[in-house]
C-alpha cells in the first residue's frame, strides 16, 4: 500500500474515531435560569401545610382509571426508558400554605386588573395545544399542525409546518413524549385548581384534569428550548411566547404561578434528557438541515 493511501486510511479511521466520541459523548446539560419577577417573589413563602391534618390539605383531584389509562396509553417515541421519577421538580404547595396563599392574592389581583384583550388573547392561548392522535384526513388536522410553531411565530413567514415537515413531524413526537411525563406529574400530585380553594376567584375555562404541572407552560417551555438549539439567535423571541403562554393560564385563574414555573423547570430536564438520546438526535440532524435550507435567507 502506498504511503499515500495509508495516510487516507488512517486519517478515515482518526475521523471514524473522533465521530464515535463525539457520538456517545454526554452533551453538556443546558442550565435553567433562575426565576424571576412574582415566580421568584412567591417562593419565598413557606410551601408546606399550616397545621398537620387540615381538611384542605386532603383535597385531591379525582381522575378515573379510563382517564388515566387513555392517557397514558401513548407511549414516549424517544425517552421510553426514562422514568417519570427521573424528572426532579419542587413539591407541590399544600393547599394550605402560606405560598398557595399568596399565589392565590396574586390570581386574584390578576383578575381585577385583566382587561377584554387580555382575556381574548388567554382564551385563544388555550386552544394552543396539539391533539396526539390527529391524522392528516381530519379537518382539524392542519390546525394541529400550526400550533406546532405558535411557539416562534413572528421569527419568519418560513417558520410553519408545509415550509418545515421535518420538524412537524419531530416536534409532534418530543410533545408525546412530553405529555406522557406530563400527565403522570399531573396524576402524582393531583393539585386542585386555584378556584376550588378560593370560589372567590373566577376561572375562564373549565378543567377537568389536575393542575400541577401546567401542560400550556410544560409543552411550550419544551418547544422554546428546542427551538432555541436550532435559533439560537432568536432564543429570546420563543422564550417570550412560551412565557406569554403560561402566564395566560394564569390570567384566566385556571393554574397557580407554581403550576407555570414547574412546568419550566420540567421542560428544561426534558430538553436536556432528548440531547442525550440518539434517537432524538438522529431525527434533529435532518431537521437541522432542513433549517439550513429553509432558512438560510432568514438567518444571515
Known sequence: MSAYKTLLLLTFVFLSFIGTAQKTKPRQLRELTPARGHYKQLTAFSPKYRTP????????????????????????????????????????????????????????????????????????YANVYYNLRVKPTDTTYTRF???????????????????????????????????YFIWSLKFKYARIRPYVIDPALKNLEETDWAAYPSGHASNSYVNAYLYAELAPEFADFFLKDAYD???????????????????????????????????????????????????REEFR
Do not use: C
Not at 248 to 276: C, K, T, W
Open 53 to 124: 391534618n387540615e381538611e384542605i390539605d386532603r383535597q385531591k383531584f379525582i381522575t378515573d382509571q379510563s382517564t388515566i389509562d387513555r392517557r397514558m396509553s401513548l407511549k414516549p417515541v424517544y425517552l421510553e426508558n426514562v422514568s417519570v421519577d427521573d424528572f426532579i421538580i419542587p413539591e407541590m404547595p399544600a393547599n394550605s400554605s402560606e405560598q398557595t396563599r399568596k399565589e392565590i392574592d396574586y390570581l386574584l389581583a390578576l383578575q381585577k386588573q385583566r382587561t377584554k384583550e387580555d382575556v381574548r388573547a388567554s382564551l385563544f
Open 245 to 295: 403562554m403560561a402566564h395566560s393560564r394564569e390570567i384566566i385563574g385556571v393554574h397557580y404561578p407554581s403550576d407555570s414555573e414547574s412546568g419550566r423547570i420540567f421542560a428544561r430536564q426534558f430538553v436536556n434528557m432528548l440531547f442525550n438520546n440518539e434517537k432524538f438526535l438522529k431525527d434533529f440532524q435532518q431537521v437541522k438541515k432542513e433549517w439550513a435550507s429553509k432558512a
Open 145 to 179: 399542525r400550526r400550533n406546532l410553531f405558535h411557539i416562534g411565530r413572528s421569527v419568519g413567514t418560513w417558520f410553519n409546518a408545509d415550509n418545515l415537515p421535518l420538524t412537524a413531524a419531530l416536534v409532534a413526537n418530543v410533545w408525546q413524549d412530553a405529555s
